[in-house]
């Protein structure tokens, strides 16, 4: 059988497919309509169910945040009390040793899980007295170390403090309470403890004199894998009023392979994990870079805003699973975050929305049976129906028929008629629609347009250098860039290159470029000494790297960049050259090629090394940075414009401005291509360094 009465037999059997009669054709018709409608309000209503849910959810976890910080900052009340009564007592004061072990023994009977400790007042302490069992090696290596611990500093110049420490007699994490004992009842300052952990205040503190009517340090540990019994954490999961962190998950729930349905995590100002009991990685106190993995990205992200004390709700992602996550304030040191199960929490929506797909259907079945019946008693006029589906046959779907607005008594061929009247308009509307999202002309231009006001409008100016640029893109958006950025005593200038052209290569410049802008002006106030400039540059380019390794490797987008901080008095200059084209310095007619290369192209490999060269300018010199764009320039015979050609042009050069000589190395490059498409997005720039 050939291929012809192959194609025969199949045009039979699709016409025998197509319905015949005008109740089949309208019942059709009308199909098409409804099912889209009862899917879009199946979306809206599911949709508007979804926001509500995700209010409450917020509401209800903002409220249980406010009874676990209500439950956390009165427990901690009570930690302070108990440390501050016991300092009151005389026989602290006194030091009077065989009584205040007895009153250790009595306070682990009661609660033995926590450690105390009372140290004599001086810089060589002794360990006086204790709670538990301690090898008198134990005892040895701690009194050996205690004298260097930051809290035991502060606690010796009459200041009372917590943090999360590791203890030298357990060797593991522990919730620290140190409390200075006067032996003047009258110096006994009663009040809430505080955390010493910022760098400032432990400076400040440890800088006054130590005190001299101390009769010893008291010195409480908490063990973190007791924290949440001891705190009433544990019990939380158990109090059937917090409906949504009821029957939570109190242990290492992030190594839970069935995943957990709500948890709890406490974080310091300093990012530290006082709950829930997370090994740590290289030590005993669990921190949030122990979040830090590619599954709990998210996860480690929201820690870092409650260490930051930002107040959110979001949704994230934690190990495949999608949770509510809601930080909240306890203290001045801690925060809280919760966690909450998404899939919990809107399993009412998803059975709402088989109740709404078996209703819709059954809606669907009756409307469609209804006017199948009806469809019988409805006609239209034949040869009016004829000519508009002619017009429609060329494409005119401007069809206005003559159809009765009550259609109940329509026959037959009336019924066709107005068929045919609605699937005209319906074209009509589809072709509307179709055109309306047709890419244009003056999108592209808005796009560039909008690329334009993203890159710089005017470089910096300075008596001390003179700077020109250009960059154009190959295509309508381009992915070459260039920055500078005027910065006290420096100067940092940025020319970069993201690998291929067009629209993805733009979206990528954007990140790359905002990146790096963004790490140099969150050290404007380093950027004071050439060793200053050197770190903030290599920092710019190795976290800008690292980010986007980690992040967006997916697409292997990378790019090229060459970043330089000159000083703008002595002419020194710190650079670093990421796989990026060789810059040239010209001086005196001469030009020196700076082809120390600092590592690879940006983005590829996380945690690679980078290394900042220097090279002091005289007054006069003159850099020219560029995109490969430039030596990959093509003629119209194919031949690229080259490094030679490049370095030939530079040395017949006479003395000129920076734009002077911009314009110079653009004509040639023009002049090159003769007309041909441009190859490469093509971006230079001209420094020019005229001394203090």
């Known amino acids: 059988m050939d291929n012809s009465a192959q194609r025969s037999q199949l045009s039979r059997l699709m016409n025998s497919l197509k319905p015949k009669s005008i109740r089949s054709q309208l019942t059709l018709g009308i199909a098409a309509a409804l099912v889209p409608s009862l899917v879009i309000s199946f979306g809206v209503t599911r949709r508007f169910v979804s926001n509500s849910i995700y209010e409450l959810t917020e509401h209800m976890l903002q409220a249980e945040a406010e009874l676990i910080s209500f439950g956390l900052v009165n427990w901690g009340r009570g930690i302070t009390h108990t440390v501050q009564s016991l300092a009151s007592t005389e026989s602290f004061q006194q030091a009077d040793i065989p009584a205040v072990q007895a009153t250790f023994n009595q306070l682990?009977?009661?609660?033995?899980?926590?450690?105390?400790?009372?140290?004599?007042?001086?810089?060589?302490?002794?360990?006086?007295?204790?709670?538990?069992?301690?090898?008198a090696e134990s005892k040895r290596k701690a009194e050996l170390f205690q004298g260097a611990r930051e809290y035991f500093k502060v606690a010796l110049r009459g200041t009372s403090t917590y943090q999360v420490v590791t203890s030298r007699l357990t060797g593991k994490g522990c919730l620290n309470v140190s409390q200075p004992v006067f032996t003047n009842p009258g110096q006994q300052v009663l009040g809430s403890t505080q955390s010493v952990?910022?760098?400032?205040?432990?400076?400040?503190?440890?800088?006054?004199?130590?005190?001299k009517d101390l009769s010893g340090v008291i010195v409480l540990c908490i063990p973190l894998d007791s924290f949440g019994s001891d705190s009433g954490l544990n019990g939380l999961f158990d109090d059937p009023r917090l409906s949504l962190l009821h029957a939570g998950h109190s242990g290492p729930f992030l190594s839970d392979p069935n995943g957990f349905t709500s948890a709890v995590i406490l974080v310091s100002k300093s990012g530290q994990l006082l709950y829930p009991n997370l090994p740590g990685s290289g030590g005993s106190v669990p921190t949030i870079n122990d979040l830090r993995s590619p599954k709990t990205a998210e996860l480690y992200d929201v820690a870092i805003k409650a260490q930051q004390r930002r107040e959110i709700f979001d949704s994230i992602n934690v190990n495949g699973r999608k949770y509510f996550a809601l930080t909240a304030d306890v203290d001045t040191a801690w925060s809280v975050v919760l966690l909450f199960s998404e899939e919990q929490a809107t399993q009412a929506i998803r059975s709402t929305g088989q109740v709404q797909a078996i209703v819709g259907g059954l809606t669907l079945l009756l409307v469609l049976l209804f006017v199948a019946i009806r469809s019988?008693?409805?006609?239209?006029?034949?040869?009016?129906?004829?000519?508009?589906?002619q017009k429609i046959g060329v494409g005119d779907f401007d069809v206005h028929l003559s159809v009765p607005s009550d259609a109940s008594n329509d026959d037959e061929v009336t019924g066709l008629l107005r068929n045919v009247q609605v699937s005209s308009d319906r074209l009509r509307a589809y072709l509307t629609e179709v055109t309306s999202f047709a890419?244009?002309?003056?999108q592209l231009d808005t796009a560039k347009s909008i690329q334009r006001d993203f890159l710089l409008?005017?470089?910096?100016?300075?008596?001390?250098?003179?700077?020109?640029?250009?960059?154009?893109?190959?295509?309508?958006?381009?992915?070459d860039w260039y920055d500078m950025v005027d910065a006290g005593n420096h100067v940092v200038f940025v020319v970069a290159d993201v690998c291929d052209k067009g629209v993805p290569s733009a979206l990528y410049m954007s990140v790359f470029r905002s990146l790096i802008r963004s790490k140099i002006l969150d050290h404007l106030s380093d950027l004071s000494s050439s060793a200053n400039a050197s770190d903030v540059i290599r920092d710019a380019i190795a976290r800008t790297n690292d980010y986007m390794a980690a992040n967006q490797n997916s697409s292997m987008m990378f790019a090229t960049v060459l970043i330089a901080a000159v000083h703008k008095e002595t002419g020194v200059m710190s650079y670093l050259c990421a796989g990026h084209e060789t810059p040239y310095i010209l001086r005196s007619g001469e030009i020196v090629p700076l082809d120390h290369v600092s590592g690879p192209a940006i983005g590829l490999f996380g945690g690679a090394d980078y290394s900042v060269s220097t090279f002091e300018l005289q007054s006069g010199d003159r850099l020219v940075l560029y995109s490969d764009g430039l030596v990959d320039a093509r003629s119209p015979a194919d031949e690229g414009f080259g490094h030679e050609k490049l370095e030939?042009?530079?040395?017949?050069?006479?003395?000129?401005?920076?734009?002077?000589?911009?314009?110079?190395?653009?004509?040639?490059v023009d002049d090159?291509?003769?007309?041909?498409?441009?190859?490469?997005?093509?971006?230079?720039?001209?420094?020019?360094?005229?001394?203090?």
């Open 376 to 389: 019988r008693r409805i006609s239209r006029p034949i040869s009016e129906a004829g000519r508009a589906l």
């Open 672 to 692: 090159h291509m003769d007309g041909a498409d441009q190859f490469d997005d093509l971006t230079i720039m001209v420094f020019e360094w005229k001394g203090s």
């Open 457 to 479: 409008q005017a470089l910096p100016e300075s008596s001390e250098y003179q700077a020109s640029a250009v960059s154009r893109p190959a295509l309508e958006i381009g992915a």
């Open 108 to 135: 682990v009977s009661e609660s033995p899980n926590r450690q105390w400790r009372f140290w004599s007042a001086s810089e060589q302490p002794k360990l006086l007295a204790y709670s538990g069992n301690l090898s």
């Open 197 to 211: 952990s910022a760098e400032s205040m432990l400076q400040t503190i440890t800088s006054m004199p130590i005190r």
């Open 439 to 442: 890419v244009t002309q003056k």
């Open 648 to 668: 030939e042009l530079l040395r017949a050069v006479r003395p000129c401005t920076s734009s002077q000589l911009l314009d110079i190395i653009v004509s040639a």
